[in-house]
């Protein structure tokens, strides 16, 4: 299983990936990788991003859309003070929040931040560093004078109120507090605010902030040297990588989003010739066209791989994909990749050139630029990612710069692109589906709307998009559910309940809990067989077996799609738990994917979902490879609960309403 980094190590690996951006103060121009601007030769200054600054250039239609905001919340003045106008160059820097929001860097300041609200399902604007400082020495726009130094979560009074402060409750504004301490406030109720943020000058500061107008076209001129040298190190190194693999097929991976087609032109100018994308079934139509476009523009031979109707046959075994609940990565684009490379790789290994940054997850930034793929043909197959070290401001220039097609979605707000209906988006980027695919959103709605009626879902849970999670919730998104009024655990235990029945059952033996796929389909090898492969010693023949997982009692009974553990004496470790229930779910749930095959180092297969345990070396690799793992993780969550408050007799956990 690939790695997660978590917590401080997470933190630790982004940083690394933080570009090394810069402004000229007299250009206004952003500068890439230099301490001289490329115009006028003088000196830059440093542009701080949180990590990982993953900053891009804002679009034409997201500045309007957010100046018409701005000027709204911050009044005309000061919005044009701080962001100049929908002609300024802005650059968008990704921040955590309940939903979609950056930070606005306009002149090299962070001046604001722009926020999706779910509740309004619109955009808001609330001032943020450089802005409140402007704001506050120049006594403009949504700004209050307290008497007291700022705190972090502290409430204050203001002694003073600007004249474009709302004191309506919610309403963001710039504070200035004592001890030239600043801060972001919200509005409470009887005029108190809120510091959400806060921080201390030690002498006041008299803002030059001009923001400029250059297009994104000028700014990717002003850093061609730098754009150049970053594709030439990039080629170089995937020549090299082409140079040491001897008889091994390099293909470039295409998706239509910016880093496969960078990382494909890359790819092309390193000589390499063809190229493939996969079809999930749900894309993006605008993805596709971009495929085309990249494939002809760079002139590689487009190999597809298509899913088919996998993700609505997915759908039914293990119902919505989730962030913390993806089948569909693997079902989708995995096992048709997997077909596709059996029939071009003929017994050479596979080079996947792919569009992989560091700066895009904790965990692709813990992986190496070339690695082993850890599914696609048993491990033998290699990762190579030659933009691994890039920014996203990088990659858009270097678009611009060559050229090169650029999927429309970007344009409208997208930061990332996936499927359409991509547990990894925001409602942000919903809107927008709906808005430009109002057929193709309906369909996605109405289900999920008819799977929430079954599971007795609340209609907030489609609404809110709560679907995207199915193990456990983010802090702002469970202050938002509670702002809702709904309670977290139950949404979690009833969505969980809809694909995993589960239920207490009291014998002689003791008591048991019973676990039922919603969409059983047994898989053709027997659970003796996935539990010998999940490295746990089980008896029994045919459909049923029984193990011993420390002082628990795991029976899995295939012709009755059941699995029964009795949690009595001393429990088993959580990775031994995990790989069983694994193991159990992959012999009761089997869409016949192939991939535990795929990912077999030893050839164990006698033919998908069915394992010859005299070639198997228990490694785990098909027992994690199979999508119906994640059943596993719904299992866990479920057996958490029934400890807490036990159910009535064969009542099914989560009380279904039918
Ligand atoms: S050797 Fe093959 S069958 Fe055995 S556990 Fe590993 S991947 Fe599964
Ligand atoms: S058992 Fe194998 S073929 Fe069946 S769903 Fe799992 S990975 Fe796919
Ligand atoms: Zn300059």
Redesign the pocket.
Known sequence: MPRRPRGEEALRLLRRYVPRLRWCPSCGLPVLGSDRCPRCGGPTLEVRLAPPGDARPAWEEEKRETWRRAVEELGREAAGRLLGGPEAFWLFNPVQAVDAADEIIVDGHTVATRLYNPLSAAWRLRPDRVGVEILCGEELGPYAVAEERLRPGAVVRPRRWGSGASREPGSYVALCGGGLSYGVGRVLERGDVRVLKAWYRRRRVEWRHRPRSWSVGEVAEANRDWLLSREREAVTWLRGVMESHGDTLFLAGLSGGKDSTVSATIAAEAGVEEAYSVDTGVEHPESLETVEKAAERLGLRLHRAEAGDAFWRGLEAYGPPARDYRWCTRLLKLAPLARLFKTLAKGRRIVMVTGQRGAESPQRAASPRLAESGTLGRGRHLVAAPIQEWSSLEVYLYIVLRGLPLNPLYRLGFERIGCYMCPASHLAEFRIVAERRPGLWARWENWLRRYARRAGLPREWVTYGLWRWRLSYPAEVLALIRRLGLRPAELLERAAAAQLHAAREYSRSGEALVLSPAAARPAPGTPREWLH?AAIDAEGDGDAAEARLAGWVLRVDKGRARVELEQRGTPPSPVELRAALAAASASLVCLRCGLCAE????G??REPGA?DVGK????????WACPSSVLADLAIGLLKPSERERPRRGRALGGRRR
């Open positions: 492969a990912a077999c180092p030893t164990a297969f394992i198997c070396i228990r490694c785990r690799a098909c027992v």
